[in-house]
């Protein structure tokens, strides 16, 4: 039973997210957790005036994701960083390749579940990934969250990402803060969640 984690990352808070989440997955036994980025579409040039290209060459080893590798899979979970309270644009071209996919429904009856990234504890952590789970429900998948078993979201003693939607992580404005302990376990309980789910409905 494989789950297909596909993400975009471009300062590594995603990609350390997606991490604890295959983390998650592996725990259910005969789940295998796959890694696999979505295609940069951002020139180098950019990326280095953005202070972003040091910090993918980390993660640069994880393939790059193919609009087959989605139909192959048990279940998907995405990650994306938000923009503006929607999914990254990088994150939107891949998706919207995946039209053949739409046609012969290749995804209908498998988990899609997401997580994300935003810059400010009100950046668009839940919208981003309500907004997401429009074009999982086109796609004919099983949405997945985060449920409220993970008691990690109801903490107030902490300022922590997660929500019934997703988990989720706050970078900072300049990206200077890494996922919490408390957010990392949060993707890790999703990933196990997930897993079990698919792993009920492949029999």
Known sequence: MKVLIVYYSMYGHVHKMAEAVAEGVREVEGAEAVLRRVPET?????????????????FSGVPVCRVDDLEEADAVMFGTPTRFGNMCGQMRQFLDATGQLWMKGALV???????????????GQESTILSSHITLLHHGMVVVGLPYSFRGQMRID??????????????????????????????????????????????
Not at 168 to 180: D, L, N, Q, V, Y
């Open 109 to 123: 009856g498998k988990v899609g579940s997401v997580f994300t990234s935003t810059a400010t504890q009100h950046g």
């Open 42 to 58: 951002l020139p180098d040039e950019v990326l280095e005036m953005m202070g972003a290209l040091e910090a993918q060459k980390s």
């Open 158 to 203: 902490e300022v922590t990402g997660g929500s019934p939607y997703g988990a989720s992580t706050i970078a900072g404005g300049k990206g200077e803060r890494m996922p919490s302990d408390n957010e990392l376990e949060a993707a890790r309980f999703q990933g196990k969640h997930v897993a079990a789910i698919a792993a009920k409905l492949c029999g």
